[in-house]
């Protein structure tokens, strides 16, 4: 069963309380579209259960953090992107974060470019 912490945002897409374009679900992992996208794909990934970050779920449960991987890639194959995509975790706000739930950003179908901003 999903943790719901009752404010937080991706919990309430999660509990379906707040519409998404979900394009995948499983008993661990939620995939919807970014509201607004980076890339011509860009999918979050966010696990069930509230975690505030990539490390903090990682300690308290490996095989959600793998399935954002694995998930991911399936979604990347379902959305035709070849192999070829990058995955981001922003952690804190100097790197980013604005959404305190742990979220797998998958962007491709464009080509990318190195440092990112
Ligand atoms: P980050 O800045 O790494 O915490 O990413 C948060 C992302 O969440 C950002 O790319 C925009 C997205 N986002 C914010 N609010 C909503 C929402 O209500 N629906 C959807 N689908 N995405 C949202």
Redesign the pocket.
């Known amino acids: 069963m999903a943790t719901e912490v009752s404010d937080c945002?991706f919990c309430r897409?999660v509990a379906g309380e707040?519409p998404?374009d979900v394009v995948h679900r499983s008993d661990r992992v939620v995939a919807?579209?970014?509201?607004?996208p980076q890339a011509p794909v860009h999918v979050?990934l966010v696990p069930t259960e509230h975690h505030e970050n990539a490390a903090v779920l990682a300690s308290a449960d490996a095989q959600a953090t793998a399935e954002l991987v694995t998930v991911a890639a399936l979604v990347a194959d379902a959305e035709g992107l070849d192999g070829h995509y990058r995955l981001v975790f922003?952690t804190g706000t100097g790197a980013?974060?604005?959404?305190f739930h742990t979220?797998l950003?998958l962007l491709g179908g464009r080509s990318m470019t190195w440092p990112p901003g």
């Open positions: 945002l897409i707040i998404a919807f579209r970014d509201v607004a979050l922003n980013g974060q604005s959404v979220h950003h």
